[in-house]
């Protein structure tokens, strides 16, 4: 077993869980993800790490309650855990400096863009995070993201806390006042906030690297469960991904 040293409620429905996993607390890398189960006759569950600590032999996943499997996650408590934990699965983030770049979170997806914004600001880059969420009660890490940006934006779609805008306001607001300074941006988020936030980037020609959450099963490559398409044709999303060029996703 794969025990949960703590846990965290961020939200009536997101939790946080940090989990004795020590072989994949040292290999983990901004991007990629993992696969659990409950017990031996649960749903595989794809989630993107959050977080990993070697040095502890932990990571940390944060996940929302949408369903009957991760409504069950969300019940298991301190000294419970998971019957299994693979990975970490496919590729991590490509990481180097960069310049100036952009990254775009949106709800859980604040949760695996904190650690590309930690890697990108450790690799030299002047990193501007743009955070958002439907209401205040959904937003979370704030002061994480806030340690590794040198410029936050907060938003939420009802106007509770921050900015009242979806993330593309203040995102085409910062490419067109810093136009050919951005080198990059990362959006993870749901699909819809993904495919604007690349339509968005797109007029501006800044390359848009965006995390896909696709069903997977297997999560490598044997099953062609995660397929999603691209321009060129499809793609396996555990295998060939997790992250793709967001300017090459058919998002329709």
């Not at 004795?20 to 017990?39: E, H, M, N, S, Y």
């Not at 310049?99 to 775009?104: N, P, S, Y």
Request: hydrophobic content about 40%.
């Amino acid at each position: 077993m794969y025990p949960i040293i703590e846990k965290q409620v961020l939200s009536d429905i997101v939790k946080l869980m940090v989990i004795k996993a020590p072989l994949v607390a040292t290999r983990a890398r901004p991007g990629q993800f993992l696969i659990v189960r409950i017990d031996e006759t649960g749903e595989r569950i794809p989630l993107t790490i959050a977080d990993n600590d070697p040095a502890e032999g932990t990571i940390t996943l944060i996940f929302q309650e949408v369903g009957k499997s991760t409504r069950q996650m969300g019940m298991l408590e301190v000294g419970e855990g998971f019957q299994d934990v693979v990975g970490p699965l496919g590729h991590p983030t490509e990481i180097q400096n960069y310049g100036k770049v952009l990254v775009v979170g949106g709800g859980v997806g604040i949760a695996p863009l904190y650690p590309i914004a930690r890697a990108l600001k450790e690799a030299g880059n002047y990193v501007i995070s743009i955070i958002g969420a439907r209401t205040k009660s959904l937003l979370f890490w704030e002061e994480k993201m806030r340690s590794v940006s040198d410029d936050l934006v907060v938003c939420t779609d009802d106007g509770s806390y921050g900015r009242k805008a979806v993330v593309t306001a203040p995102l085409k607001e910062l490419l067109e006042v810093r136009r050919g300074e951005i080198a990059r941006v990362w959006a993870i988020g749901p699909a819809i906030m993904m495919k604007y936030v690349s339509l968005t980037t797109e007029p501006y020609a800044v390359k848009t690297i965006v995390s896909l959450n696709t069903v997977m099963i297997d999560g490598t490559g044997m099953c062609g469960g995660c397929r999603v398409q691209l321009k060129q044709g499809a793609q396996f999303v555990c295998v060939d991904g997790p992250e793709f060029d967001g300017h090459l996703v058919d998002w329709d």
